[in-house]
């Protein structure tokens, strides 16, 4: 049942849209896959960020059946700086990831969640002398990033005498406003191909597979077409001119996930189906018969977690400002909520309130005045301790997530089962001393 909810006089300076201001109705978030938020809040302290197992594995499953439906021989790499959380990372492993990896620290956590090293994919621009080594020891595949990568890679391989699995990287043109050209080698002016006929030569070094990655949170499925038209005129290329075939296509990350860009006001999102079908068609379109059809690779990471994982925060004030347009304190600020600064995060309610919504700025707990979670979100007459729930936040947050002025929060799992596994304690005094 609604409380009871003060009266209050607002100046409206537009037109009014109602007699009582703005209707809406947000559905109440008033669980997590039957678990009570206000009673999550209750027993693990506020603010907190709750995963969904349930999610992931929906997510990673209708991922897979969707490109399944398009394409025969497909094969997902968990991006770890998405969320490396181990039980997240352990889940989509369960459901048949492998691991993608830029760092030596991502590799290593990929190693303890149980993948052997030719199911991880080690990308990214830094790969120090060492980390190579390390990969090389692993059985790691090794998508290389520059010549100077490739020239020390290929010393090493020398050196410890061992065979070594490689792909490229290709940066090319494919339409989207900023072309990503620093990573990797470049298609239009032949490095990548250089690059690609060095490795063939090379005695220790194999070629297996070719990459992209070509950006983020991607609006459009066109560039993704260019992009597999490009990658598979490059290993038809190098299959024509250098005699060697390629096990697979990996096309990256970069689908966009449900959440609104503050740059964009009606945007649409491509459906999973839409960008599979524009870059499966290039690989069938292609000469590659039947069983020289290299597998697909795809390394998303935002639209598979971001839905997985919620925010729940609690009110510390709200009043008013001179005009009298509300203004709320929330407990969890931009520090916990680094992906706030381009997307307005839905934020709902997590139990039933009248349908009177107001225009409402959300401020987190910082003292500085760039801690905004919305300049404008409708929302009900939410009071002081009352429980809010910032929706879609599984993907960059948690791994990039600052420590500053309030200990960093705990983080709970509600598992398949029903019950709840702690993932983190909040961060104590003891453990923060810098
Ligand atoms: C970050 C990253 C991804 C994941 O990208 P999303 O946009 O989150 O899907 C995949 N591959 C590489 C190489 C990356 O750096």
């Known amino acids: 049942m609604a409380q009871y909810e003060r009266p209050s006089i607002k100046l409206v300076s537009s037109i009014l849209p109602s007699k009582g201001g703005q209707t809406c109705y947000k559905s109440p978030l008033t669980d997590i ?3 009570s938020t206000n009673r999550l809040v209750k027993q693990y302290g506020s603010p907190l960020f709750a995963v969904s197992e349930k999610q992931i594995r929906e997510n990673i499953r209708e991922a897979k059946l969707v490109f399944n439906r398009f394409y025969p021989k497909i ?3 968990w991006s770890y700086k998405t969320n490396y959380f181990d039980e997240v990372c352990k889940v989509f492993h369960q459901e048949g990831s492998i691991a993608e990896v830029v760092s030596s620290f991502e590799l290593e956590k990929a190693l303890r969640n149980g993948m052997p090293g030719n199911k991880i994919i080690f990308n990214g621009p830094n790969k120090k002398k060492e980390d190579l080594i390390y990969a090389i020891h692993k059985k790691v595949i090794i998508h290389i ?7 020390l890679l290929e010393s090493l391989a020398e050196h410890l005498n061992v065979p070594v699995k490689t792909a490229i990287r290709l940066n090319m043109k494919t339409g989207t406003n900023n072309e990503w050209e620093r990573f990797g080698f470049n298609y239009e002016n032949n490095e990548a191909f250089s690059a690609a006929k060095r490795i063939i030569n090379s005695k220790h070094l194999k070629l297996i597979g070719i990459h992209c990655h070509i ?8 560039p993704y077409k260019v992009a597999a038209q490009k990658m598979v005129h490059f290993a038809l290329r190098i299959r024509k001119e250098l005699n060697s075939t390629i096990d697979y296509i990996d096309m990256g990350g970069g689908f966009a996930s449900q959440n609104t860009l503050k740059a964009y006001n009606n945007m649409s999102i491509p459906s999973l189906s839409n960008y599979a079908n524009s870059i499966t068609k290039e690989l069938f379109n292609s000469e590659f018969n039947e069983e020289e059809r290299p597998t697909l690779v795809l390394e998303t990471g935002r639209a598979l977690i971001d839905n997985a994982v919620t925010l729940l925060a609690s009110v510390i004030s709200s009043k008013r400002n001179r005009t009298g347009h509300r203004l709320l304190t929330i407990d969890a600020g931009v520090n916990l909520l680094y992906t706030s600064f381009w997307y307005n995060h839905e934020i709902v309610p997590t139990k039933p309130y009248t349908d009177f919504y107001e225009d409402t700025t959300v ?3 910082l003292c500085m005045n760039i801690d905004v979670i919305r300049e404008s979100v409708l929302l009900p007459a939410v009071r002081k301790d009352d429980v809010v729930a910032i929706l ?10 600052m420590q500053f002025i309030n200990l960093r929060p705990t983080v709970v799992m509600i598992k398949d089962d029903g019950s709840i596994n702690l993932l983190k304690e909040k961060d104590s005094t003891d453990s923060v001393k810098y």
């Open 392 to 401: 879609n936040v599984g993907a960059y947050n948690m791994t990039q997530w």
């Open 33 to 35: 896959d039957g678990i």
């Open 75 to 77: 094969q997902f790499a």
């Open 363 to 365: 401020y987190g707990p």
């Open 215 to 222: 950006g983020t949170f991607i609006l459009s499925t066109n």
């Open 145 to 151: 990033d520059s010549f100077d990568e490739l020239y």
